[in-house]
Structures are given as C-alpha cells and as structure tokens.
C-alpha cells in the first residue's frame, strides 16, 4: 500500500492555465506539507498543514492554494501557471502534531509549463 | 539563498570505497540540521542533528555536526551500488516559524 501518493505524476500544461495537484496519505498522519523541487535540486517547503490549518506558509506567490478537505488530503491548486512554476512537487506527511523533522514523502508530480 | 551549502555536488566511487559529503549552513537561527537520501525521486530521511559532537549512526551510514564550524559530515563507508543516489542536507530554523531548508544536494554514483 502506498503510504503517501500523488496525482497527476506527470502533468503539463500551457501558461495561464489552472491546474490543482492532489495528494493523499493513508498513515493517520496529523500534519502534511509541499515541497518544490527545481531544476538545480533545491528542496523548497511551500506549506504545512496540521488538521486543517496552514501553520507554515513560506514566501510563495498567492497564485498557490493549497487546500485540505480532511487530515488524509492536502491538495496543491495553482492559478495563472508561469513558465517558473515547472518543477517537480512533492507532498509529504508527519505524525504529531506541528511540524516534524521525519517526514515521509510522496513520489513526486513533474509540472512541465510549456 | 545559499544558507545551506553541499559539496561536492557530485561524487563518483567504486563499490567498497568510503566517501564523505559535507553541508555547511548558515547560523542564524539554527535548531538542526537534516540528512536525506533522494532515489529516484522522493527523499527519505536519515539522520538529524541538534548537537554537536555527537555522531549518528546507522548501518554503514554515519554523521556528525560541528557547531562551531557550522558544518556536517556524512559519511558512508563500503559504498554499494545501492548507495547511488542525491544526498540532501537541510537546516531547521528555530522559533515559531520552523523553516525548513534544503541544499542542492550531492550526486552519488556507486560504480560495481
């Protein structure tokens, strides 16, 4: 079973489009989180949430939503797609409460911005 | 954007060989620092460390942090094919904030 997945893994589509990237775990986990990956292999976090509250929001452009309809689901929705949005995104969950410094991560989504 | 730093960004070795990847971080507000293996494409997680001096280990895999140098090592002795992977290090900020942040990491190439 796979214990944090995502959606699309591959996904690419044209500039100034809308685009939402779904991500679910199955661990009981209380606290899930995004990370951007670029080209160069830089490991950004983007956001964190625990039971449905964002308790990190990095500095990222307000054109990324994420939304979490329950503590299995963390989803990534991005409006307006800019050239500099292509990277590979990953969702990653943790036990406990808050942040964690033991996450586990999802495979990964490659977002190509054509 | 460079508060943490890894070298080599590349690294090729021989099964059985030892290698050793360093991560520097910048200080300002730091709590600890992460080590993570990245196959294929997801990071799993390794080591982290809050203090000084004192090593972890695990297998053939080890590492330390030096808090006055603001440095870590990680250390992998008699390489696998296996071990080939990106080796990630981040920095954890303290306060209520708890950014997290990454570095470009270091390419392993084990060769048989």
């Known amino acids: 079973d796979t214990a944090v997945s995502q959606t699309p893994k591959y996904l690419v589509t044209q500039m100034g489009n809308d685009k939402s990237i779904k991500c679910e775990q199955n661990l009981g986990h209380d606290t899930m989180y995004w990370y951007k990956q670029d080209s160069k292999k830089f490991l950004k976090i983007m956001f964190s949430y625990n039971n449905k509250e964002l308790i990190i929001n990095e500095t990222v452009p307000n054109r990324f939503s994420p939304k979490s309809p329950d503590k299995a689901h963390l989803n990534l929705h991005i409006n307006s797609l800019e050239l500099g949005d292509s990277a590979v995104y990953f969702c990653?969950?943790?036990?406990?409460?808050?942040?964690?410094?033991?996450?586990?991560f999802g495979p990964g989504t490659r977002l190509t911005v054509t | 954007e460079d508060k943490v730093v890894q070298s080599p960004l590349s690294l090729v070795v021989h099964e059985g060989d030892t290698v050793t990847l360093n991560c520097s971080y910048e200080?300002?507000?730091?709590?600890?620092l992460l080590w993570y293996k990245q196959e294929k494409k997801a990071p799993t997680f390794l080591f982290m460390l809050t203090s000084s001096g004192i090593e972890k280990k695990s297998g053939r895999l080890s590492s330390i942090l030096d808090k006055k140098e603001l440095f870590s090592i990680l250390n992998i002795t008699a390489t696998q094919t296996g071990d080939s992977a990106i080796y990630l290090c981040a920095r954890i900020s303290s306060g209520s904030a708890r950014q997290l942040t990454f570095g470009s990491g270091t390419q392993l190439t084990v060769l048989p």
């Open positions: 990653a969950s943790s036990p406990g409460q808050g942040f964690s410094y033991e996450q586990y």
């Open positions: 200080v300002t507000n730091f709590r600890s």
